[in-house]
């Protein structure tokens, strides 16, 4: 008995680590003994994603290691330790652990200040994206490295998957009137790109003198086919409502109609970004509706849910849960488009386009990266008016990007 105890103990160690196949950025820094860290004094931008592969916080890491000075900590949206809703305002503070300065670039400032920055020779970003322009992690990025260019301090970026993959690849270019923190890169909606190459094309399509000094320390093992779970990795919550690495490509599915306020899609409830209802909705109609599209790679199941908070607060609604049945031939943003066009058909008093708060559907522009989705869908509620506008841009990027791809 002892005998098949040891073996079982062993067989289940070994799958444990053959199940660690990539190694992050901060994983690969560990193994370097912290090298290009020695002798500067590092201030660390991170979040609860900001971990090795055993969970230990890079903050604790860094704190820890001998050869590394680390002087002040900065936040994203969220806040360092990942409590604040979206949207909130952080306000900055001192970390209870280690006594350190804690920055907030989701308050007051988005982007370093100097003061902020004295005393900093490099910055460290480690924080775990899902792939997603509107999600404002890429834009604290952005705004690390035109700090650090106009303070001439060097940026290492640790980098990590994108959750989505790195073949995926959809929506326009963001315009010059939707500019903003939800929409601040010239990239598509999904750019299928990691931290660091992210970081490395916003870096490299900038003049010279608007450069900053950048490393970024490669994963190992890591592939673009790979989805998250391929990686063997550990999710941490990427904010409150991705608490799973299975949430984040559904935020690409429905986050954008998920900003009006007259809707649904689960946040709130225990499904969040994987479901779209209303309580003007029969569930079975919607169903059958949406499955005899033939989406590739999707089907959708009925489902009468209340949600705790958020729209429909405390109402049964009805609607869709939406499944990936070959995640790879899935159009993730596009089904959110299909949802507006069947429901007009089958609802068209219930336009939740045209009867969304102005703030509500302001947003939905930005997020989109320019006015034209929203109209173009108002004409005839057809997604074949608006598809080939969304996806002008992709090819030209796709061959720009693979200029800064670090994998294959």
Known sequence: MRKCFLLLFCFLSMTQLSAQKVQTGIEVLKSQNF???????????TNPTGVDNNLRSDIDILAG?????????????HGLRGSAHAGSS???????????????????NRMPSPDMLKGIDVLVYDIQDIGCRSFTYISTLDNILKAAAKSHI???VLDRPDPL???KIEGNIVEDDCLSFVSQLRVPYVYGMTPGELALFLNGQRTPDERCDLTVIKMKKWKRRMTYKDTGLHWVPASPHIPTAETAPYYAVSGIVGELDNFSIGVGYTLPFQLFGASWINAHD???????????????RPIYYTPFYGPGQGKELQGVQVYF????KANLCEIQFYVIQELHKLYPDHDILANGAKDRLDMI???CGSKQIRQLLLKRHLWADAEPYWNKDVKAFRETAKRYYLYK
């Open 35 to 45: 090298r290009i860290l020695e002798g500067k004094r590092v201030g660390l931008v």
């Open 65 to 77: 290691a001998p050869n590394v000075k680390l002087v002040a900590l900065f936040g994203p949206e």
């Open 90 to 108: 952080v306000g900055n503070d001192s970390d209870a652990i280690t006594h350190l300065p804690v920055y907030s670039l989701f308050g007051k």
């Open 154 to 156: 060097k940026v290492i």
């Open 165 to 167: 993959g790195g073949k």
């Open 286 to 300: 919607f169903a059958n509706d949406m499955n005899g599209l033939h989406l590739s790679g999707v089907l959708f």
């Open 325 to 328: 049945t070959d995640y790879e």
């Open 365 to 367: 522009d930005k997020i």
